[in-house]
């Protein structure tokens, strides 16, 4: 029976004989707003280049997440980010993008990984073992890297959101259905960015004249 110590070092991406194994930490966001795609990150660290500072990126400020951002691009063995839009979540259910888009970051590694982490309870399809671990955010340096580049990554993507439809507030609530998002889509209606498929876009579309 795999000791604690072994089953740590499996985490951290360390073989039975201290020497370094391919193992990816996977992690998405923006599975809850209203509108744009779901994003999944996968990333591979350097153990010659450890990343100070790596926790869960919601208990990160936004400034450390865009510093961490270009470190993690710049110092990991490689990375990717995926997405998977918003017709994809209609079409497929949230739960089922966004393991569509965690397949489509470990597909687009460089490096294939020996092993996958996710954060979480589920994992997709893939050809190589992955498991799901729970708080594995802040628990797994691999998986904190990959839920910060999803989380900048989706929020620079709202940025453009924005840009394109000023009306709805996207570059301050993201997408989630606050107030200030519920009012402007009864007002305004649907983009076509939202996710029709996700009851409160739903019921302005059923609504519409």
């Known amino acids: 029976m795999p000791s604690p110590r072994s089953s740590r070092s499996r985490q951290l991406g360390l073989d039975f004989s201290g020497g370094h194994v391919l193992v990816a930490g996977v992690d998405e966001a923006g599975r809850g707003p209203l509108a744009g795609p779901v994003v999944a990150a996968a990333v591979i660290l350097d153990p010659a280049r450890p990343i100070a500072g790596l926790a869960?990126?919601?208990?990160?400020?936004?400034?450390?997440?865009?510093?961490?951002?270009?470190?993690?691009?710049?110092?990991?063995?490689?990375?990717?980010?995926?997405?998977?839009?918003?017709?994809?979540?209609?079409?497929?259910?949230?739960?089922?993008?966004?393991?569509?888009?965690?397949?489509?970051?470990?597909?687009?590694?460089?490096?294939?990984?020996?092993?996958?982490?996710?954060?979480?309870?589920?994992?997709?399809?893939?050809?190589?073992?992955?498991e799901a671990i729970v708080g594995g955010d802040a628990k797994v340096v691999a998986i904190s890297a990959a839920s910060i580049l999803a989380k900048v990554h989706r929020d620079r993507?709202?940025?453009?959101?924005?840009?394109?439809?000023?009306?709805?507030g996207f570059a301050a609530h993201k997408g989630y259905p606050t107030a200030a998002h519920l009012a402007a889509l009864r007002a305004l209606g649907a983009t076509p960015l939202h996710r029709r498929s996700f009851a409160p876009v739903r019921a302005v579309l059923e609504a519409a004249p």
């Not at 993507?157 to 709805?168: I, K, S």
Request: aromatic residues 2%; proline residues 7%; glycine residues 4%.
């Open 157 to 168: 993507l709202c940025e453009t959101m924005h840009a394109a439809h000023p009306g709805y």
């Open 56 to 130: 869960d990126s919601k208990r990160l400020s936004a400034r450390r997440r865009e510093r961490l951002f270009d470190l993690i691009r710049d110092q990991a063995l490689c990375c990717c980010i995926a997405e998977a839009s918003a017709e994809e979540i209609d079409h497929l259910n949230i739960l089922q993008a966004t393991l569509l888009a965690m397949q489509r970051a470990v597909a687009g590694l460089r490096l294939p990984p020996r092993r996958v982490l996710v954060d979480g309870n589920r994992v997709p399809v893939l050809p190589m073992p992955a």
